[in-house]
């Protein structure tokens, strides 16, 4: 009996610094995948000089999806967006899907922008979302 006690504390300790851990795992590898959206958008720039359009046929930027937002990697913890983009400015974001948003609720939606201004919808310090 002794030893079903013992294993029942150990377990109560480590389930939740498991899920700590996989949820904090999760929102590196989003961070990691708004870098690389962050790229993509730099390179757009690059080529047009705007990050809205393709001014020779003015047709407006598709938002890719981008291997590091498949389910295989990220998708099915986060959905990757491009909410604000104007010809100067651009903000890409990572929503959490269930259950990694009420897990992770105190970051909540991650962003980045044409700056390198990192960003969060929740409550927690920026320095321990980002």
């Not at 999806?65 to 100067?88: E, I, W």
């Amino acid at each position: 009996m002794s030893v079903i006690v013992i294993i029942a504390i150990l377990a109560a300790i480590a389930i939740p610094s498991y899920i700590k851990h996989v949820t904090k795992t999760n929102r590196v590898a989003a961070e990691a995948c708004l870098s690389q959206y962050s790229n993509f958008m730099e390179r757009y720039y690059t080529t047009y000089l705007r990050y809205d359009e393709d001014p020779s046929n003015s047709t407006a930027i598709v938002f890719p999806k981008l291997d590091c937002a498949t389910t295989a990697q990220t998708g099915n913890n986060y959905d990757y967006s491009l909410p604000a983009v104007s010809a100067t400015a651009y903000t890409v974001q990572a929503k959490p899907k269930t259950p990694q948003d009420t897990r992770d609720a105190a970051c909540g939606t991650l962003t980045l922008d044409q700056t390198g201004t990192r960003g969060r919808s929740g409550t927690a310090a920026l320095d321990s979302c980002w």
